[in-house]
């Protein structure tokens, strides 16, 4: 049952606070704008969703004189979607149809694009290979990168427009010193999105805009209302938005992923004695304590996921504990290209704090780097994204890449176990 700060409650979702009720919404619509700034004359694409935030996003443009484009993208079929509105979902029919009603409502021009084929190529084939490789994808971070912004860009060169614009919650600032476009936290602590858009390059986000990054949820809820939005009250989607039902093994199932005869192994634990079987690698997630099987005096963990002999290691809590990590695929943001170690606050999943980390880039391959953590960390995940802010403030990414591997402590002499990355 949703209870109060849930994004599923209802009491929360359609309640506005009483202190922004207080304020006119005129002051803060006036505020809004001219952070904005005056876009007369000039063509914008806005990703329209479905939802409330991209809604906001477009209406704010339209006020700001710009000459929007809406497009909606539909990447997924949602099974049941048409029957059961309030599925969280994003892309789908229902979602292409609310974000269609607001751009009416304008009257600007309103395109909906078929990318199925290119989101199963970009985000569904990687997010069952990974499974199957032992890894927990996020495919958030994939989709909003490979796909949606990365195609959107094109598109927009195609119509003219010089800007594309979103409903993420984060914010854009060109840094006089250094020239480079930084990506910085959103007003909306508990829904920024920067984590996500780790991957988008300096070209890109020269060209993007995120008219509510500054704003908080409540905010772009009160806006949509006093902009006389249908959606105002919408509930969000869910992170994984083709998993409707947060069930991954189902679906993985459904895709005719698993084969069941072969993926099968042992799970043992860190000093490799069998403890019992399991269905596949892809069942598990580093971390996990439930669904193992297992009797111990003690609570076990999945320590370790080994695809190659389809081995499931399970450990004590104190075997989570990683030093650090090896990531690939870093993308620069804030920061210029660059050998040296630098401080940083490292978060290695959405929800996570930043923790206080060394960076240090590899010199002869500047998309990989080490980060060695001050004080180890439970749980870091291979396939997750690790994005490095800056430190001591967390307010600004500087680099963010994917978590190749752990580094975990070099074991005392005479300790039984593993060390080194893994």
Not at 91 to 97: E, Q, V
Not at 325 to 335: I, K, P, T
Request: aromatic letters at 8%; one cysteine or more; charged letters at 25%.
């Amino acid at each position: 049952m949703p209870v109060a700060g849930d994004a599923g409650c209802e009491t929360c979702v359609r309640r506005v606070p009483r202190a922004l009720k207080r304020r006119k919404m005129s002051e803060l619509m006036n505020e809004t704008l001219a952070r904005l700034g005056d876009w007369s004359g000039r063509k914008v694409v806005v990703a329209m969703s479905g939802g409330v935030d991209s809604a906001v996003a477009a209406a704010l443009l339209h006020r700001a004189g710009a000459e929007v484009i809406g497009v909606h993208m539909r990447t997924w079929h949602y099974k049941g979607c048409e029957a059961n509105y309030g599925l969280a979902t994003c892309c789908s029919p229902a979602d292409a149809r609310d974000a269609r009603r607001v751009a009416d409502q304008f009257g600007f021009p309103f395109y909906a694009m078929d990318f199925q084929v290119n989101f199963r190529q970009a985000v569904i084939e990687p997010f069952i290979r990974d499974y199957l490789d032992g890894r927990t994808p996020n495919p958030c971070v994939q989709c909003n990168n490979k796909l949606k912004l990365g195609s959107l860009l094109a598109k927009g060169g195609a119509y003219g427009a010089e800007a594309v614009a979103t409903g993420h919650y984060g914010q854009i600032v060109t840094n006089e010193r250094t020239g480079r476009h930084e990506l910085r936290v959103g007003g909306d602590g508990e829904k920024d999105q920067t984590y996500y858009l780790f991957g988008l390059t300096q070209p890109q986000l020269a060209r993007m805009l995120m008219p509510v990054g500054h704003l908080s949820k409540p905010q772009v809820r009160a806006l949509a209302e006093e902009l006389g939005l249908h959606l105002h009250a919408k509930r969000d989607s869910v992170e994984i938005c083709f998993v409707t039902d947060n069930d991954y093994r189902r679906f993985l199932r459904e895709e005719g992923a698993v084969d069941e005869a072969r993926l099968a192994g042992a799970i043992v634990s860190t000093r490799g004695a069998v403890l019992g079987r399991h269905a596949g690698v892809h069942c598990f997630t580093i971390g996990q304590r439930k669904g193992l099987g297992l009797a111990a005096p003690r609570p076990l963990y999945v320590v370790d996921l080994l695809p190659e002999t389809q081995t499931v290691v399970v450990g004590y809590e104190e075997d989570l504990l990683a030093e650090g990590l090896e990531m690939d695929g870093v993308n620069w943001v804030a920061r210029e290209p660059s050998r040296e170690p630098f401080r940083a606050l490292v978060k290695i999943r959405y929800r996570s704090p930043g923790y206080a980390a060394t960076v240090e880039p590899d010199p002869e391959d500047l998309s990989r780097a080490r980060v060695l953590f001050d004080a180890p960390q439970r749980a870091v995940t291979p396939g997750q994204a690790a994005v490095a802010y800056d430190a001591p403030a967390g307010r600004t990414v500087l680099a963010g890449g994917w978590i190749r591997r752990r580094v975990m402590k070099e074991p005392a002499p005479g300790e039984s176990g593993e060390s080194g990355a893994r």
